[in-house]
């Protein structure tokens, strides 16, 4: 339920957030869309937002998530024209909260944790409540059940001091919900602990519904209740609360609730040898969940498919990686590692210049190019850090950087020469590296490996590897462990001509370098396979024979800070592969990224932003402290 603004109490709006509030799903509908008939009327942009938000609310609680994104995304633009910053979070929190329901959890992450500052700075607890309980829920579901947990104390803490005790029945079913999932693989006196904690706190939920007569949230919390007794083993009395809670959900038609309700009902009857009303129940939740959670966004047929979604972090399953790293493959994780860092850093320094102890541990899991380049730039930032007033910490000594790899050299997939040079640099910067050593396990505070080291870490970042999106290996086609598609080299997907992949989600064949060698997951590929891509459709039109993609390897150079890189050039003129390293090599890496720059901006827009670049440089600051 939106946190409104006041204004809008009593009005067709208001009503129609108070009936979503009491879960008539039907009737809240109806009104919002009077309400946004005739604030269009009316020319009431501001109104006409609040009741877009008010149905993709609605569509969530019918189950309707791609419908709820497609609305809460037209609502966050309508947001963005009024200038309106709570209806800006409310829509993150709708949108947020949907794509956590198709599965989508980091793009929910990211979303939300976008609005944190606006929620903030709004202070309002009940809406920082909501921000931190989708946060909490998704950071549980990722298997974060740490982190997942303690946000969702705070939130927990926010709805508390909100009064709502919609919030804090939400909040608390929440936590006990995250706790409860926390402990689904600990040992037995851990998880008995672990259940009756989360037991105490849905219990605090039911209680507080009861009292303030919220059958929703009783309806929630009796099913959460149910959940966490089944999990016990107490198969009569878990259905019992499971039944309850169906009972309420179907009366209010809450069809979300219903769902869950209707799945833990079909544990307890199979548990109790009731087969066929365990299939019934299944079978009613199927429907529910394909009826509505599986509408795609938008369809669109095809002849010739291509794909190019690129790839995410790997974390082969590492335990705690979810829950204690970050990754860097997007702007906004940087600007959250980013964030990270300096707040450490504030820390560092505030405990040195009380005469503690002021060190900030940084470990980098991965010495590929990303690892390598990512401690060479963390080492130039930080040693700014000094010239905007954290001057107790040295930066060298006090700023820790330790790169862990598990194969025997840095930059594996490079020539062999490179890594050595790259080493040797990384050294001159204060940078540990430790090869052959394979992580095993990343907690709040430390990484371990598998040789036994632990290494102590304020801040991790995994850049181990990458895999495609996982949705690719359960559309029919043949993909290898890291998701890829595999395709001929006429980047043909083996089982479907039609199905082109290209890029970091292809495994496409690289024959001058083995039999079942696969080209690398790397810019140059992916540009040289469009290209390549261009000429393919053309031909497949025309009816002729389809050109394979043969990689030309034009060498790589991997950036060591501001006045050095280290690479290999490669080509016909020079006959075979030449090592540049230095001034020379940075010169060269600072060109290639504004060629990159010119084949996506153009030469144009690329010349101003360098001319505006250079002239702003002497003033502006070199690292962001926000
Ligand atoms: C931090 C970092 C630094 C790098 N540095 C270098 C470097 O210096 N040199 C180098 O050669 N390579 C580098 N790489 C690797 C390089 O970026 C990739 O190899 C290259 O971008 C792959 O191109 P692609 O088109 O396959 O995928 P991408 O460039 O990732 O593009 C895929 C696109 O598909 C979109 N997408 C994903 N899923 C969907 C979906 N379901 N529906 C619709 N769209 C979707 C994504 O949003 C994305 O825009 C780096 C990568 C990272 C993360």
Known sequence: MARIP?????TPLGNAFEQLSARRIAQARD????????ALACDDAEVAAWAALALAQADYQDAAFASSIRRALDVQARAEALDDPRLGVEAALALGSGFWRIGDTE???SVIEKELDKAFRLGDRELLAAVHRVLGVSLSEIGGHVAGVQTLERAFGFALESGASRAICECANSLG?????????????TKADALANA?????????????AGDLPAIAAAESSLGAVIIERGDWVEGRLWAARALDKTRASGDLLSEGYALVSLAVCDRELGALDAALSSLEQAYAIGAAQAAK??????????????????NDFNV???????????TPQQAERFHRRLLAASVRADARKGAGGEGVVEIVIIGAGATGVELAAEIRQTTRTHATYGLDHLDPRRDIRITVIEAAGRILPPLPERIAIAATQLLEALSVSVHVGERVVEVTDDAVETASGRRFPADLVVWAAGIRAPSWLARIGLATNRANQVVVHQTLQSTVDPDVFALGDCAACPWPAH???????????????????????????????????????DYGSLVSLGEHSAVGTLMGRLIGGSLLVQGLIARWMYASLYKMHQIALHGVVRVALDTIGRFLSGGVEPRVKLH
């Open 107 to 109: 793009t929910a992450l």
């Open 6 to 10: 006041q204004h809008f109490a009593g």
């Open 296 to 313: 795609p966004l938008l369809r669109v047929g095809y002849d010739t498919l291509v794909l190019g979604v690129g790839s995410e972090s």
């Open 31 to 38: 009104t919002a869309v009077t309400a946004h008939d005739l």
């Open 319 to 329: 335990p705690g990686v979810a829950a204690h790293t970050i990754n860097i493959d």
């Open 199 to 211: 037991e105490a706190m849905i219990r605090t939920s039911l209680d507080v519904a009861n009292e």
């Open 514 to 552: 083995g039999e079942n060698a696969i080209v690398p997951p790397r810019a140059q590929v992916a540009y040289q396979q469009s290209s390549l891509l261009v000429k393919t459709v053309r031909a497949r039109l025309a009816g002729k024979p389809l050109p394979l993609f043969r990689f030309r």
């Open 177 to 189: 919900t995250a706790i409860f999932a926390s402990c689904r693989t600990a040992d037995p006196e």
